[in-house]
């Protein structure tokens, strides 16, 4: 753990804890925002904690919503290299915007979506060497739009998540997950969100103030963390709020008062 910029979010998550092992290691977070008030930031955050020069950790990121330039620009500004880190071999970039299944009636010829990127995502993980493959981080950013990739049919969606999340138990990788969940706001919730939610250990939600716009605040966080951290009951096994703000080259996280 970088101890430079150790913040609130990084204490909720246990990312501030001095273990050899990546914090988040077999679980699954998932990370819901709006179109209001985006949860991008916090995906690049994990994304450059788990790169940290003292982790170990490698980065499988599958992106259905921007291009690599883009995560490549921010990381920047964050202090992290992604291009770098592919050279290395810690982070593994899969381009899925233009990523079409068939149509849902071409059962037989799905094969060439959304489980061919499972086949893709599994055999780049058994091609990394023995002692990393218990160190790996599945991003997907984000499952609505694999929802359009998939032709609006969530029966896709939620198997390609099923497939994800064997990953966890198989090679105790985390898996993260970004959804927009406004964009369901006047309909039933699909079934890939509602089991998105059931799966995780730790559920993120990136919300506007309850009283409105603010200058100095952007939004606020509630993130419950419903599971055991690494088999011991502790102060973060519960649900915390805070707001924050982000900046240029960092985000601030703050509890509601604590600023003047």
């Not at 909720?12 to 804890?17: A, I, K, R, S, W």
Request: charged content about 20%.
């Amino acid at each position: 753990m970088d101890q430079r910029t150790s913040n609130l979010l990084d204490e909720v998550l246990g990312l501030d804890c001095q273990t050899d092992r990546w914090a988040l290691a077999g679980r699954v977070v998932a990370i819901e925002d709006s179109v209001e008030t985006s949860g991008s930031f916090i995906l690049h955050q994990l994304v450059k904690r788990a790169l940290a020069p003292n982790s170990s950790t490698v980065v499988l990121f599958i992106a259905f919503a921007q291009p690599f330039s883009h995560y490549d620009r921010i990381l920047r500004k964050l202090g992290c290299n992604l291009a770098a880190q592919r050279i290395n071999n810690r982070f593994f970039f899969f381009d899925k915007l233009t990523l079409q299944c068939p149509d849902v009636d071409e059962r037989n010829s799905h094969v060439s979506g959304l489980v061919a990127l499972y086949g893709e995502i599994q055999e780049t993980i058994c091609g990394l060497p023995e002692d990393s493959r218990k160190n790996v981080t599945i991003i997907i950013d984000d499952l609505s739009i694999v929802e359009v990739a998939a032709n609006g049919s969530s029966d896709y969606v939620l198997d390609f998540l099923h497939y994800c999340h064997t990953l966890t138990s198989e090679f105790d990788c985390s898996l993260i997950t970004l959804n927009h969940e406004d964009i369901y706001s006047s309909t039933e919730k699909p079934a890939f969100l509602l089991q998105a939610e059931y799966l995780a250990d730790i559920l993120i939600k990136a919300e506007p103030l309850a009283t409105g716009l603010a200058t100095d605040v952007h939004g606020q966080l509630t993130v419950l963390n419903k599971g055991f951290n690494h088999g011991q009951m502790n102060s973060r096994n519960k649900m915390r709020n805070f707001h924050f703000r982000v900046k240029e080259n960092m985000v601030e996280y703050f509890y509601p008062g604590s600023r003047n």
